[in-house]
């Protein structure tokens, strides 16, 4: 391990993964996106987002009209791949090694993307952590507080960081502001992806 950082108790280590874990982790969601594709999720309000997303595992993160939750099944009806052992592997170390997460949210940034302040709010039980992984460009990460509004602190994370959001940490405001487009030579064609893995149920 590299380098360890706390920001607002969220705990960044950074180069964690090295190039060959993250070259794996790309390689095994090429296989998730075949059987369960990108699609850009649209807010309760109608508006899409710029991320386009998927999932793996037995629950899949899903918004449109009906508002934000977790499905048992794709949009286009079918189950969520199983989450590869690859991603799994770094849950068991950071997250938790007694109990699997029920989801593996994958999310591509390409050019212009950005993901606006939120909390990770529609699970049953916070006191599981939630781990992220950042592959590809570099982002801008920013955190804040309990409640919207108020200081907040910012970061780059960048290909191979692995980030662990527990305790009050889980709860907090956060947001990626915009991505570094071209910055990594991780995914040929550009971009970010980024996976995080929740307790959900
Ligand atoms: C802080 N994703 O999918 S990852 C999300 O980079 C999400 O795509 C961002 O926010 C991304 O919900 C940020 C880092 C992260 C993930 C979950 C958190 C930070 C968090 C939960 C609570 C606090
Ligand atoms: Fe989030």
Redesign the pocket.
């Known amino acids: 391990m590299q380098d360890v950082i706390r920001i607002r108790e ?1 705990e960044i280590c950074r180069s964690e993964l090295d190039r060959r874990a993250q070259a794996q982790i790309v390689d095994d969601l090429r296989t998730v996106v075949k059987q369960a594709p990108l699609f850009s999720p649209t807010t309760p309000r109608g508006r899409p987002m710029s ?1 386009r ?1 998927t999932s793996a595992g037995t629950l899949g ?1 899903v918004s449109d009209r009906r508002g934000y939750r977790y499905e048992n099944l794709h949009p286009a009806g079918e189950p969520w791949p199983d989450i590869p052992e690859s991603v799994l592997a770094v849950w068991r170390r950071h997250g938790s090694e007694t109990r699997a997460p029920d989801c593996c ?1 994958i ?1 591509y ?1 390409g050019d212009g993307a950005r ?1 606006g302040m ?3 709010n529609d699970e049953k039980d916070f006191s599981w952590p ?1 781990v ?1 992984i ?1 592959l590809g460009d570099a ?1 801008l ?1 920013r ?1 804040g507080n309990l409640t919207r509004g108020g200081r907040t602190e910012s970061t780059w ?1 960048e290909s191979g960081d692995v ?1 662990i ?1 527990r305790g009050p ?8 502001d915009r991505i570094r487009f071209g910055s990594s030579d991780l995914l040929p064609t550009g971009g ?1 992806i ?1 996976i ?1 893995l ?1 307790v959900v149920d």
């Not at 940490?169 to 990626?176: D, E, N, P, S, T």
């Open positions: 969220a991320v997303m993160w949210l999310n940034y993901m939120h909390r990770d939630v992220s950042s982002a990460f955190i994370l980030a959001l940490a889980r709860r907090l405001y956060h947001g990626i970010r980024n995080t929740r």
